[in-house]
């Protein structure tokens, strides 16, 4: 019944950047919370970055610094992701958790260096 869909990824060189929208298919602020997850080639999904409902938000100290999550639109959230690496490659997938927790396929960001 709830949908994410994310959008907004694909390729940049080092140091651009990019962003991340994930469309909800109903409001976002009816979500207890909400978030970006990142799954990298060879390594385990990685919490990126949280807000919660009252609009509190969380980084990973990988990204503390260059990521922004924001609530974009009533249905909209969104990751402005500047000053990216390398390290920053992965397929970066939409979270909301209303009781249970709901994800978006994803979209591909690729950080050429």
């Known amino acids: 019944q709830v949908q994410l869909v994310e959008s907004g990824g694909g390729m940049v060189q080092a140091g651009g950047s990019l962003r991340l929208s994930c469309a909800a298919s109903?409001?976002?602020?009816?979500?207890?919370?909400m978030g970006w997850y990142r799954q990298a080639p060879g390594k385990q999904r990685e919490l990126v970055a949280t807000?919660?409902?009252?609009?509190?938000t969380s980084y990973a100290d990988s990204v503390k610094g260059r990521f922004t999550i924001s609530r974009d639109t009533r249905n909209t959230l969104s990751l402005q992701m500047n000053s990216l690496k390398a390290e920053d490659t992965a397929v970066y997938l939409c979270?909301?958790?209303?009781?249970?927790?709901?994800w978006g396929q994803g979209t591909q960001v690729t950080v050429s260096s």
């Open positions: 109903r409001s976002i602020f009816s979500f207890n919370n």
């Open positions: 979270q909301g958790r209303l009781g249970r927790e709901y």
């Open positions: 807000i919660t409902s009252d609009g509190i």
